[in-house]
Each structure stands twice: as C-alpha cells, then as structure tokens.
C-alpha cells in the first residue's frame, strides 16, 4: 500500500511539474509562426504569380548570372510554349547544336552533353537534361518574398586546356 501511494504522489508531482512548464514553453518568444496564419482556412498570403511581360525571344539582354555554373534565366515569355515531354521540347526548336545560329540562339551549355555518372560526353543531349524548366526559370519582374543579402561571387574566367 505504501509503495502505491508512493508511486501516485511522485506520479502527481511530476505531471505537476510538466504542467506548470506548458504556459513557457507556449510563450511568443518560443512559439512557432506558421506563415499562413493560426487559422488554417484561411487563403495562402503568396503573391500571385508574375508572368513575362511577353518579350519575343532575342530582344532583351540577358540577366547576368551571380555564381559560376548557375542556369540562366530565360530572357523570353514561355506562356505559349508547349509541355515539355519525352518526346517533344520546344527549347530545342531554337536553342539546339542544330538551329542555333540561324534562331542567333544561344546553344545550350556543354554539361546538357555530358553523361552525370561516368563524365562521358555524348553526342545527343542526356536525358536527365530533357526537362529545361527543371533548372531554368523564366525572368520575372519581381519583388523578393523573403530578405535576401547575396551579393554573388565574381565570375572567373573560364580556363582553356
């Protein structure tokens, strides 16, 4: 009996003592902050989507790129261009080894030949480079949505073998 009455005092002071914890541990200082707001009906506060003010392709310079190997934006309106699939991409009909120079494209980078695993480079584009979009992003007008203080890093020059 007495080792029951035992257990149930330490059992009491010990949720006593959680309890008196939750009021802290809730406190603004500690609480997490959903974007969305506490009331999960309410719509997201994302901006709505920008689209490309429609600019034909070739008649804006291109955005400058802040880290070495970064994918370019796309300096053009894609809104009309159709799914890329695996067997149709429209960024080809311009941006190909093939029809480049008569679109004054520029051609897609070196690493599109280049197989991921072995460094092989082929003579077709790889497949894991099919999906453009997967890495390049069309140039928005655009307010950032967060704080953002990344100055870039200087280009270096790219060194010939």
């Not at 999906?131 to 870039?152: I, M, R, S, W, Y």
């Amino acid at each position: 009996m007495k080792n029951s009455l035992r257990s149930a005092l330490v059992a009491l002071s010990a949720s006593a003592l959680y309890l008196s914890a939750i009021p802290h541990a809730l406190s603004a200082e500690s609480a997490v902050h959903s974007l969305r707001g506490v009331d999960a009906q309410v719509a997201d506060k994302a901006p709505e989507e920008k689209f490309n003010p429609g600019k034909r392709p070739g008649s804006q310079d291109p955005i400058k790129r802040t880290f070495l190997q970064q994918p370019p934006v796309i300096p053009h309106a894609t809104e009309n261009f159709d799914e890329i699939t695996l067997e149709e991409n429209q960024c080809m009909t311009c941006h190909s080894p093939e029809k480049f120079k008569e679109k004054k494209a520029p051609m897609i980078g070196d690493s599109h030949f280049q197989n991921q695993q072995t460094g092989e480079i082929m003579k077709q584009m790889s497949n894991a480079r099919h999906n453009c979009v997967q890495c390049h992003v069309p140039q928005v007008d655009a307010p950032p949505l967060v704080e953002n203080t990344f100055k870039g890093v200087p280009q270096q020059a790219k060194k010939k073998p």
